[in-house]
């Protein structure tokens, strides 16, 4: 038996839900994951009782994973890193939620990733996977550049490159730019003969599907197609430019994260890619780290 | 009493029926609109019921205007141009309606907006309202550029000026592009003090939303502001290339329409608005003159 009561908090649950899932460790006082799990979305944007839910059913299957399942949640300290709370009227709600746990540290994704990344330390991290950001915390001032969400925003992420891609596309159709081989890489994936069907195809659709054509763009841009490495170096153009922004003026470590990561990093600058540290700790560990900071505050100012 | 009955046909319905509005005119033989009538919006991707009960109600109102009341639409043949009519599926479904008519000839929004603007002849129109698009028709070939929706296309339209103008303004929050008068027009206007409140408003907005932030780039563009100078040059020199495309390799007049056409005329190229044709009559007229030609047709083949 790992232990039989965690009254001295040695045991935190950290969790980190996003859009598309959420995942749950279990971490001993000698940072050791004992258990993972993992569950539906745990962006309260998406819905509050799906979060909620994700959140718990993550946390229950870590538990039973790390051979705690005989401990109930309100045992545990919970470190919770969510997507979404970063618009305040849904960290208020999340933060109002009777949750389960015995005591829970709200966050956002960005802090946390930050956090894990760094090892609790200052530090930068830009991401790009469906969605794209950046984020600093130095002397817990944070800032953060972009998360604005599509299409008014995430520039250089998986949406932002599809819909460049579909767009290049449909103006080619029109005969207003000179079609190349993303034009039939496209029409060939969402199996489509002329603009109305693409149209027909594209129309409403929301920033998940446009992130699933991102490859697109690359595959093309490795092939030397011009549209598409105008693209491509627009994206990896503005990344620079969050990088540069968040540790101009200070010597912040930087990582990048996110799904894109591995195929965007060799088209950032040469000095930027050079730069790129990376992660120490997925962000589900930032939450056990944040959960914990706050613990020792409290305990500081009693 | 302007007529007992219709049975020669002297009397034609004529309805635009769009994404806002639907207009119905009574035009008579010598080409004089009797009577006109609107209502609700008649683009069928919003609803078939609410479409089919747009057209019926602004064709009963212009009835009233007429003075010819006492009559049915049983005896009148219709010319009903609609936005939405040239994605196939929603055509099919328009062209099944069990409609209230005589007789029913269905068209595009943009082939009766051509025909209204060139009085039937050959020609091609450019159109930027919420959306935007170009249409030519020449020797019954028709040619659409554009019409591809928000925010995969519809460059030079409302919405899309209104998008540039909220991206760049987000931006212009996280430091990466210089703030401009626009940046503060944009954030009075919807009361927004930061880039989370910002995205808060914009978040999920349909074309219509960004479209009614479109006036933010005129305004800021008259008084010189540069990036607003830069978004209104690329919109416009995307419906410069429409309409070259449209009209190269033919002597086809070419007329604006669409309510952005007083505001951006002055920007496009010297020699397009040297080319440019005022409409000669409104799109509700084209469907009148549509449904003359399809019934005339009809008697040939008999």
Redesign the interface.
Known sequence: MLTSNNKNNDLFIGIDGGGSKSKAIIMNKDNEILGTGISGPGNPLHGFEQATHSIIESAKLALEDAGLAHMKLDEFVAGVGLAGV????LFDQMAAWQHPFKNMHLATDLLIACLGAHNGGDGAVIISGTGSCGFSCQNNEQRI??A??F???D?GSGAWFG?QA??QV?LSL???VKPTLMSAALLTKLNCSN??AL??V??GKKATFFGQQAHIVFDAANLGDEIALTILNEGAE?LN??VR?LTKDNSLPISMLGGLTPILKQWLAVDIQADLKLPLHPPEVGSVIYAREQESKMLINI
Chains 1, 2 share one sequence.
Not at 86 to 89: D, G, L, R
Request: charged share 15%; no cysteine.
């Open positions: 970063n618009i305040p009227v550049v972009g604005h969400g299409p008014h925003g520039k819909l579909v767009k449909l029109d005969g207003l603009d109305t149209v027909e594209v129309a503005y430019n969050m922004t």
